[in-house]
């Protein structure tokens, strides 16, 4: 089980967010590579709302895959390619986390492998073993 930390001896998170997410002892963790905007078929996603979409569904098809879920997400890493897509990513983030807001990360990048991706997200998760 994934425990999430947010202290109020420091400043609240600047979104939906914990800043600290502890997994048990004996953990069985999984790391899911940069997820981008490419859809099932291999093409991409039209737009930033439906690669962020596309994002978190390949993301809960990995989770799935491990017998995992949102619940077992730990942290989320975005590199995103323009900070006017925050909004909207911060708001798509949130409808996929619900109650589980997982340690977070945000870049904002110059560029990634292809031009045409607009985000990019890692994730990693941890299960009680």
């Given at each position: 089980?994934?425990?999430?930390?947010?202290?109020?001896?420091?400043?609240?998170?600047a979104s939906r967010y914990s800043h600290g997410a502890e997994a048990g002892p004996?953990?069985?963790?999984?790391?899911?590579?940069?997820?981008?905007?490419?859809?099932?078929?291999?093409?991409?996603?039209?737009?930033?709302?439906?690669?962020?979409?596309?994002?978190?569904?390949?993301?809960?098809?990995?989770?799935?895959?491990?017998?995992?879920?949102?619940?077992?997400?730990?942290?989320v890493n975005t590199l995103l390619m323009d900070r006017a897509h925050l909004k909207?990513?911060?708001?798509?983030?949130?409808?996929?986390?619900?109650?589980?807001?997982?340690?977070?990360?945000?870049?904002v990048v110059a560029g990634l492998a292809d031009p045409n991706w607009l985000i990019?997200?890692?994730?990693?998760?941890?299960?009680?073993?």
């Amino acid at each position: 089980m994934v425990k999430l930390h947010t202290p109020t001896a420091i400043a609240a998170p600047a979104s939906r967010y914990s800043h600290g997410a502890e997994a048990g002892p004996n953990a069985r963790w999984l790391h899911i590579s940069g997820q981008v905007g490419t859809n099932a078929d291999g093409s991409l996603a039209d737009g930033i709302e439906a690669q962020i979409h596309c994002v978190w569904k390949n993301t809960l098809a990995v989770l799935e895959e491990a017998g995992m879920g949102v619940k077992d997400i730990v942290k989320v890493n975005t590199l995103l390619m323009d900070r006017a897509h925050l909004k909207v990513m911060r708001e798509i983030r949130d409808s996929y986390l619900g109650d589980h807001p997982a340690a977070s990360t945000l870049f904002v990048v110059a560029g990634l492998a292809d031009p045409n991706w607009l985000i990019e997200m890692e994730t990693i998760a941890a299960q009680d073993a």
